[in-house]
């Protein structure tokens, strides 16, 4: 099995940056080199949002419309690890954020079949 733990969240200020980590853990967790992973994010009163995905192999990134050109999304799949750097934060940002696995790219939370616990960013201005 595979779990996925994202860590990195917390309070910040607007204009500040954080950096979110997915690790996959467990004894399959070498297959998380396998799937495209994506960062997803929910506020209160919200559905849930597609930030950023990224293919197996790093080679294509997506985003969405509302944090491209802030945040990036990056993999090393030698630590089975996925990651959301996050710059230029603004009170928009505000929401619980989780890593999700998917066997392709997508920007549909459905499609994704595993998913982290999530982790709290609140900026503040």
């Known amino acids: 099995q595979v779990q996925l733990a994202e860590s990195g969240g917390g309070p910040v200020m607007a204009g500040g940056s954080l950096r979110l980590s997915c690790e996959a853990s467990g004894s399959t967790a070498s297959a998380f080199r396998t799937y495209a992973k994506g960062w997803f994010r929910q506020a209160p009163g919200k559905e849930r949002e597609f930030v950023a995905t990224i293919s197996w192999s790093g080679g294509s990134t997506y985003y969405g419309a509302s944090v491209k050109g802030r945040f990036t999304i990056s993999r090393d799949n030698s630590k089975n690890t996925v990651y959301l750097q996050m710059d230029n934060l603004k009170p928009e940002d505000t929401a619980i954020y989780y890593c999700?696995?998917?066997?392709?790219?997508?920007?549909?939370?459905?499609?994704?079949?595993?998913w982290g616990q999530g982790t709290q960013v609140t900026v503040s201005s």
């Open positions: 999700a696995a998917s066997p392709s790219v997508s920007v549909v939370a459905a499609e994704y079949n595993l």
